[in-house]
């Protein structure tokens, strides 16, 4: 089974972890068979975060009816010091008594960067968690290439997490190489951009005809783990069904596909344009338990003050059409909320 070592971790996994995004949709027993499954198959690198409500906890469970070793890594949004009490709320959810990773956690921009990394930010709480013996390496995680190339230039960090998958492949030129040279370890999120890309084997002999990177495709039903696994052990090059695809997929999106970057922030409306930009897939990774997230309204609900001022559209390098695509996504909302969407 191929194996990679994570950079100056000096931990060395199998070339396909896990994500624990997705499984926060299904219930406790299901979401424990699944990742017992994933485990006996062979993936021994788990990601999850605070910030994933009962992912965390449910990985707690699942690790309690197995004896196999397992990496494990974990993420916070505090950007302060007192990051070290959610490191001891991780360490209780998962039931253990060491985590090997914790990320920042979605640092977006670099005035989050110098607030994390800067006295009395997030770092600090990291490192004393890490002289403390709770964790063993730290690692940071950005949806903004900039962000992480600064990360890894520093070199304050073990552990990178990138956007990458054939939708935003922009790290494999930008990040990793930079990463290799330094030797930080590259977990490579989002394979499926979010849930966009539904081709399991075009999406992974993607992400791996890129070496020595872990990505970490999420899954909540062992239909798709097994489906994901059987694509990574059998291997090979993208085919020409795949390429076909992607190329159909790339022409479908590109223009439409937002990558979470926040390089159009800030919005004079203080919208959270990544966000209302992906209630599409939200909606379609979480279905009804949209209906239910109260959290959320705030933030949809700000995406109505849009007065197409077009600032946004100067900053996004992607050029996509930030206010229309803001209208068509609440519009989808609306009808969903009204029960018209599926
Ligand atoms: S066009 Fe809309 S989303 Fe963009 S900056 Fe202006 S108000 Fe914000
Ligand atoms: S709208 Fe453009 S700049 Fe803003 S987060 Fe999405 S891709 Fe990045």
Request: glycine share 10%.
């Given at each position: ?266 919005c004079t409306e203080q919208i959270?344009?990544?966000?209302v ?24 609900e700000k995406g109505r003050n849009c007065t197409e ?17 803001i ?16």
């Open positions: 089974m191929e194996k990679v070592r994570l950079g100056r971790t000096g931990l060395v996994v199998t070339r396909l972890g896990w994500g624990g995004i997705p499984i926060q949709r299904v219930g406790d027993d299901e979401a424990v068979s699944v990742i017992r499954a994933v485990i006996d198959m062979g993936v021994d690198l788990l990601d999850t975060a605070r910030a994933y409500t009962n992912s965390e906890h449910r990985v707690g469970l699942a690790l309690e009816g197995t004896h196999k070793p397992v990496v494990l890594s974990s993420k916070s949004q505090v950007r302060t010091a007192q990051i070290y009490d959610d490191v001891h709320e991780s360490l209780r959810q998962l039931k253990v008594k060491k985590i090997d990773i914790y990320h920042l956690h979605a640092i977006s921009t670099m005035e989050d960067y110098d607030k994390a990394m800067g006295p009395g930010g997030a770092y600090e709480g990291l490192c004393r968690a890490r002289d403390e013996g709770l964790i063993d390496h730290i690692g940071l995680s950005s949806h903004n290439l900039d962000v992480l190339v600064r990360t890894v230039d520093e070199g304050r960090v073990s552990v990178i997490m990138a956007c990458y998958g054939f939708l935003e492949p922009d790290a494999a030129a930008k990040v990793f190489p930079l990463a290799r040279a330094r030797d930080v370890g590259v977990m490579a999120m989002k394979p499926f951009s979010g849930g966009v890309v539904e081709n399991a084997g075009a999406a992974l002999r993607f992400v791996m005809s890129t070496e020595g990177i872990v990505p970490i495709p999420g899954t909540e039903t062992l239909e798709k783990a097994r489906e994901n696994w059987k694509v990574f052990t059998e291997g090979g090059p993208l085919t020409e069904a795949d390429k076909e695809y992607i190329e159909a997929v790339r022409k479908e999106f590109d223009r439409r596909f937002c990558r979470r970057c926040d390089y159009c922030q800030p959270y344009i990544q966000f930009l992906g209630l599409k897939s939200t909606i379609k990774r979480f279905g009804a338990q949209v209906r239910e997230a109260g959290w959320m309204k705030d933030m949809i001022c077009g600032e946004c559209l100067r900053r996004c390098p992607y050029q996509l059409p930030i206010p229309d695509l209208k068509e996504n609440l519009s989808l909302y609306d009808s969903f909320m009204s029960g018209e969407g599926k």
